[in-house]
């Protein structure tokens, strides 16, 4: 009955029974595995129940241990496919996991561009607003404070245009996505 000898790279080796307690090298890794004696571990299974050869008498010389060549068992697992295909799924699953994820994060993007961008054309609206008020109703205010320091007009002329400038920059932000990037994002 040969020795059933379990290689770490997979292989399944049988060895016959002469060469019980020798080393056996693994012909698909050359890994130098012990061959160990016949019953030796209670985890192996009796395949065989017919009696194994006599083993030689013991010498009384210390014999330096032999290698043996081991047989590769031609055994297939018993079910080598369906793992393979549970690996195919999964993989096909964290791709697709990885996909919504990349799927998401855009869409948290654009979603944080369009906010940025109506933030803009708000503040922009605001301050024309302002402006306009100020214009409207505040006219005789202005002009009296303008006849001792001119600076006034060229004040709400500047807040003016910084509001027509949000209001372009936010509307072409939602048109186009540019300059709506977040400027402490790497990238």
């Known amino acids: 009955m040969p020795i059933t000898v ?14 019980a307690g020798k080393r056996a090298k693994c012909p698909g ?15 192996f299974e009796v395949l065989d129940e017919t009696p194994a050869a006599a083993s030689p008498a013991p010498t009384d010389k210390p014999a330096a241990p032999a290698r043996v ?25 964290a791709a697709a996991d990885g996909d ?10 654009q979603f944080v561009r369009a906010a940025r961008a109506i933030a803009y054309i708000v503040c922009g609206l605001l301050i024309i607003g302002g402006v306009g ?13 303008s006849e001792s320091d001119g600076r006034i007009v060229l004040g709400l002329a ?18 186009t996505g540019q300059g709506m990037e977040d400027p402490n994002q790497p990238g």
């Open 158 to 175: 500047a807040f003016g245009v910084l509001g027509l400038a949000a209001v372009g920059k936010g509307a072409l932000g939602l048109l």
């Open 100 to 109: 919504d994820y990349e799927r998401a994060l855009e869409q948290q993007q």
């Open 133 to 145: 008020y100020m214009l409207a109703f505040r006219r005789e205010d202005i002009k009296s404070v």
């Open 6 to 19: 379990n290689c770490a790279c997979g292989k399944v080796l049988r060895v016959a029974d002469a060469h």
């Open 29 to 43: 890794c050359g890994a130098v595995l012990p061959v160990p004696e016949p019953g030796a571990f209670d985890d």
């Open 69 to 93: 060549k081991a047989a590769v068992a031609e055994e297939e697992p018993p079910a080598a496919d369906k793992p393979r295909k549970k690996k195919k799924k999964r993989k096909k699953a």
